[in-house]
């Protein structure tokens, strides 16, 4: 049985070529989402402010919990929006620890001074960690009062020794002396930061409104010190809560971003990997089942011979191993390609940072060729069960013969696979956007999961429906009906990869879209402001808001900070964008209708919160209840619902006071000012007057300007989402194109005996139209239903609405699909026909 197995790959290739397509792009998918999962665990930034500093000492970036109990007790943990800062004081207790030659907190203040646009402030005994612990360019160290800029800051700035800076952080402008200017810093290939301005020590912390907290502490070891040691009495000395960090682990501490991307690569070579990886599987298994299928006479002639089942299995799954191998590696390269290309586009839209480097090893590569040998091999013996099974005596009547009914097996399991995506559907309706999203993927594979299984049942009863007219029509079509109604398997093994482009296609396209509808729909009727004054750099300081109200003209001005807090989810930590109202609560019905349906905005307060209805819905809380909120630095904090309102997405999930929240960011800056004008004022003076306020990097805006900044927000994600459909649905179309020639050319003998009795190339071709379009038909019917299911009970879950389904992206898959049909199923039986006619089959 192997040498035959050798055999037929080596003199039947055409045979292999369908699965052999199907195993490659297969391959492809998985080596691309392995190496974004790879690089995602993987993920380092070599450290550059702390390279020096062998050691860094940081406090968790993580808040935890743990669900279950007993022996099903699981810690969860999620990634601080906000980051958590380390108490400086911690300093002199690591100073203490045998080995530590000194022990430097770090701060970092975002700020901003006239005509040099954002500075980082830094503590002037902290420019060590720059590698700049030398002599100042000119002038002296800063005093109370005073700062020291890089050459080109005051350069840009046009200002000389003893002139006076104008620093702005998040409690307003600093008057400060310039009391020197240091060499610009070297510039380490990396993407450069914002310059720097060294203030008195202490005086960052201030800036950045956290006094006595600092972002990390720097730990430098005596000469000679074993760090491994020094390391382990640190972490002895400071505690559970904070993190000893060694080699590339500190550049994670320059860059909170980072474990955001880790998420996020995860996310997408885990979450999406392992979809597109079921879905390539579930391909390649339909694939080489139709492709054994194909041989069934084979098959029944070796039965008849006296080959035992163990031998056909044999042979199937040496062809298997012969195929698979080969398909897997060739599809490693164009794997990595597509993951790079992936990759570098999440660089440059900055939601990776770039000094993480993509990483490349043989786990994906081992991956993709075993993910696809496994496949291989169960599509192998699964198509070989039956004719290996069949008695010899009877092996080539049933293989002359289509077999008419499923297996009770087969019902039995189409029918669970229904039932168990109608309860995901359900269940969706219960969750929130994110968890939505990913279950909404889960449902359509399990519905295409259950197509496949009632494959045959399903392609009897479209003959049976969409044959009725076409018997009545010309000899073509009555021969489509015909071939359609005997050959309800093969046509099955073609309806189900047009479902796939279709349903796969829609949800991953339509859940963007819907959500971007929602978000738009809920800012456009919810910003009743006349103007919206924004920034480009940290943000507007808080005076912003009364310089604001005091411009003639303005009605009411109220300053917005935004933020993240953490809820929790379905048995995880999930995000919800959080809006902190300065001020009067009660005041932000004159800027925002937040569409209050439950209690009032004016009774939000430090112990109270206002909860969009869909948040609410997730956590199960009304007016009165109490809900358990982790603030952005990972503070508990449990306030009352005061108020529901239906207009969050765009807005915010949740609206808290901004004296609360402001301890709790990593700076205290206000976003966003909605100004609303008196009745008669002069929409232009009142833009004016706004403009001319003396706010660094300020620019005012109307609600139309205010949704597209919104809508450029949203941008990463609307990416994120046509790229998985590009590539999930490139997949699903050339497996569709795969199946389908494979069909068609499995029919030389039916052409060839349609042509010997009379039937015409012309009416041959119209009968490969009139199938298409009974594949097309179904198809897409089966997909869009299966889309539209799924859609819904996201769109409940996620906006409490319909899906939005934008017209030319609905006929563009439609069209790829019907596409797809016709041109697989024309194509090669026109190259068919043509080589009978070569062959003198006229």
């Known amino acids: 049985m192997n040498g035959l197995a050798r055999a037929s790959v080596r003199f039947r290739p055409a045979s292999f070529a369908g699965t052999f397509v199907a195993l490659l792009v297969a391959s492809i998918v998985v080596m691309a989402c392995g190496s974004l999962l790879q690089t995602g665990l993987t993920a380092r930034i070599e450290p550059v402010r702390y390279a ?3 050691i860094v000492v940081a406090a968790d970036q993580f808040t935890r919990r743990v669900i279950g109990n007993r022996d099903n007790r699981e810690e ?11 108490d400086a004081s911690l300093a002199s207790d690591i100073e203490s620890t045998r080995g530590v030659a000194a022990a430097v907190p770090d701060y970092a203040a975002p700020v901003s001074a006239d005509r040099i646009g954002p500075l980082t402030g830094r503590d002037w005994s902290t420019r060590i960690l720059d590698g700049r612990s030398g002599d100042l360019a000119e002038g002296a160290a800063p005093g109370p009062g005073e700062v020291v800029l890089e050459d080109a800051s005051a350069a840009t700035a046009g200002i000389s020794l003893g002139d006076t800076v104008t620093i702005t952080a998040a409690d307003g ?34 800036l950045a409104g956290h006094p006595g907290e600092a972002e990390a502490i720097a730990v430098f070891a005596e000469p000679g010190a074993d760090l ?23 550049g994670g501490v320059e860059a909170p971003s980072l474990p955001f991307a880790r998420e996020l690569l995860i996310g997408f070579g885990g979450s999406f990997g392992g979809v ?24 029944a002639l070796l039965r008849a011979i006296g080959a035992t089942p163990r031998q056909v299995r044999r042979m199937v799954a040496t062809e298997a191993l012969l195929v698979a191998p080969l398909a897997g590696a060739a599809g490693i390269v164009p794997g990595l390609l597509l993951a790079r290309w992936w990759y570098d586009q999440l660089v440059e839209r900055g939601a990776v940072p770039a000094g993480v480097d993509f990483a490349t090893g043989p786990l994906p590569a081992l991956a993709a060729i075993g993910a696809g040998l496994l496949a291989a091999l169960a599509g192998g013996f699964a198509a070989a069960r039956r004719p290996a099974r069949t008695a010899p005596s009877q092996a080539l009547g049933e293989a002359a013969v289509e077999g008419r009914s499923l297996s009770r097996g087969r019902w039995v399991a189409g029918a669970a696979f229904i039932a168990l995506g109608s309860a995901l559907s359900i269940l969706t309706f219960q969750l929130d956007g994110d968890s939505a999203a990913v279950a909404a993927v889960g449902v359509v594979m399990i519905f295409l999961v259950a197509v496949a299984l009632l494959g045959p049942a399903i392609a009897r009863t479209a003959t049976a429906v969409l044959g009725l007219p076409l018997r009545g029509g010309g000899a073509a079509s009555s021969l489509a009906a015909a071939n359609s109604t005997a050959n309800a398997r093969r046509l099955a093994s073609a309806i189900t990869p047009i479902a796939l482009v279709v349903a796969s296609s829609s949800v991953l396209l339509f859940i963007g879209t819907t959500v971007a509808q929602a978000t738009e729909d809920d800012v456009r009727n919810g910003v009743v402001a006349d103007h919206v004054v924004t920034t480009d750099g940290p943000g507007l300081p808080t005076g912003a808001v009364a310089q604001a109200a005091s411009v003639p003209g303005v009605d009411a001005a109220v300053g917005i900070l935004r933020t993240e807090v953490l809820y929790n989810g379905f048995e995880e930590f999930e995000t919800a964008d959080t809006i902190a109202v300065s001020g009067d609560p009660g005041a932000l019905d004159e800027v925002l209708d937040l569409g209050v349906t439950d209690g009032s905005l004016a009774d939000v307060g430090r112990g109270t919160v206002a909860l969009d209805h869909l948040l609410a819905r997730s956590l199960d809380a009304d ?8 603030l952005g630095d990972g503070t508990i904090h449990e306030p009352k619902v005061v108020a529901i309102y239906e207009r969050g997405l765009g807005l915010g999930q949740v609206l808290l006071p901004r004296d609360l929240l402001a301890d709790h960011v990593r700076t205290a800056y206000t976003q966003e000012i909605f100004v609303s004008r008196s009745a008669g004022a002069s929409p232009d003076h009142v833009a004016a007057g706004l403009q001319a306020l003396d ?14 900044r919104v809508d450029g927000d949203l941008e990463i994600d609307a990416w994120s989402n046509r ?8 997949f699903a179309s050339i497996a569709a194109v795969n199946t389908l020639v494979m069909v068609v050319l499995d029919r030389r003998r039916e052409v060839a005996l349609l042509r010997l009795t009379g039937t015409t190339r012309r009416q041959v071709r119209a009968m490969f139209r009139w199938e298409a379009a009974i594949v097309a038909a179904t198809g897409v019917s089966i997909g869009g239903v299966i889309a539209v299911v799924t859609l819904t009970g996201f769109a409940r879950a996620a906006t409490d609405g319909l899906p939005s389904i934008p017209p030319l992206q609905g006929i563009g898959v439609l069209a790829v699909a019907i596409g797809l049909a016709f041109a697989a199923m024309a194509l090669p039986s026109q190259a068919l026909l043509r080589r009978q006619a070569h062959a003198g089959v006229e």
């Open 52 to 54: 020096d500093a062998p």
């Open 623 to 630: 007016l009165g209840d109490t809900v358990d909120l982790r």
């Open 695 to 708: 706010l660094p990097g300020a620019s005012v805006t109307d609600r139309q300007g205010f949704s597209a």
């Open 276 to 299: 597109a990886a079921f879905a390539a599987m579930f391909v390649v298994l339909s694939t080489i089942t139709l492709a054994v299928n194909q041989r069934n006479r084979e098959v």
């Open 228 to 250: 491994d040691q020094v390391s382990s009495d640190l972490r002895a000395a400071v505690g559970p809560d904070v993190e000893v960090l060694t080699g590339s682990e500190r």
């Open 723 to 730: 790229v998985m459909a590009a590539v999930f649905g490139g």
């Open 173 to 206: 402008p600093h008057q400060l002396r310039l009391s020197g200017t240091m060499a610009d810093a070297p510039s380490d290939g990396s993407e450069p930061g914002a310059p720097t301005a060294w203030v008195p020590d202490g005086y960052a912390a201030e």
């Open 76 to 86: 969860i943990k999620a990634v601080l929006p906000e980051g958590a800062r380390i």
